[in-house]
């Protein structure tokens, strides 16, 4: 039985690659003046997306400051802002992330979203993608003080939900906090396979998708 599923927010129902893109050409209209000439976009594109990485780079502006040709360099302060004043309110959603929840909703399953990260940056992600409306609970780590994997996160959003965690399913990207966390508090996780790749020294791999669409799978259809 499956009473709810509980969400990662970036790189789960976020698309990484498209946001990037995305937030590309918002950098690239800003600064332009500032830097010389690039020979194609997707040059700047893959700059950008190496340096935000996983999504857990806290060097990333610095990287950008190191790496781009700059011919009047902003500091590595000024990029940052930019980041986090422009990136959340482009954030791209998976294809498939509307779809896969409206069947979920359809089916009579709770949903509720466990994200680590700022307030008002992942608030405004989860506007951008019109997706807020699915989700019966939405803890963000630094509303509540807490961040994943410790259990504590997640108990308050199963504690919201009303739901017992042996029926609750989480999906997301990354193997410790979302995965191990997770089933640490009873939970069964589902690994959304994206750019993270699973560490061979940990828990064994749980059910693994590579879209979101495929979390259908192990949740039984109302009949």
């Known amino acids: 039985m499956v009473d709810a599923i509980l969400f990662d927010l970036d790189n789960t129902l976020t698309d990484r690659v498209a946001s990037v893109r995305a937030y590309a050409q918002r950098f690239a209209s800003h600064f332009d003046p500032r830097l010389a000439p690039i020979d194609e ?5 893959d700059t950008i997306m190496r340096a935000y990485g996983e999504g857990y780079n806290a060097q990333r502006a610095d990287d950008l400051n190191r790496s781009l040709p700059w011919l009047d360099q902003p500091s590595s302060a000024e990029i940052a802002t930019h980041w986090l004043d422009v990136f959340p ?28 990260g700022g307030a008002e940056v992942q608030r405004t992600k989860i506007a951008c993608m019109k997706l807020g409306g699915y989700f019966g609970s939405v803890i963000i780590s630094a509303e509540v003080g807490v961040s994943k994997p410790d259990p504590a996160i997640f108990r308050l959003a199963l504690a919201e939900l009303g739901v017992e965690a042996v029926n609750t399913i989480f999906v997301g990207d990354h193997p410790e906090n979302d995965v191990v966390g997770a089933q640490r508090v009873g939970m069964r996780a589902v690994w959304i396979s994206s750019s993270q790749r699973w560490p061979v020294d940990t828990v064994p791999k749980p059910p693994t998708i590579t879209e979101l669409i495929q979390v259908l799978a192990h949740v039984p259809a109302a009949t």
């Open 41 to 45: 976009s997707s040059v700047l594109c």
């Open 89 to 116: 309110g482009v954030t791209a959603a998976r294809a498939d992330a509307k779809s896969t929840l409206t069947v979920l909703r359809d089916r009579g399953v709770q949903m509720g979203l466990v994200t680590n």
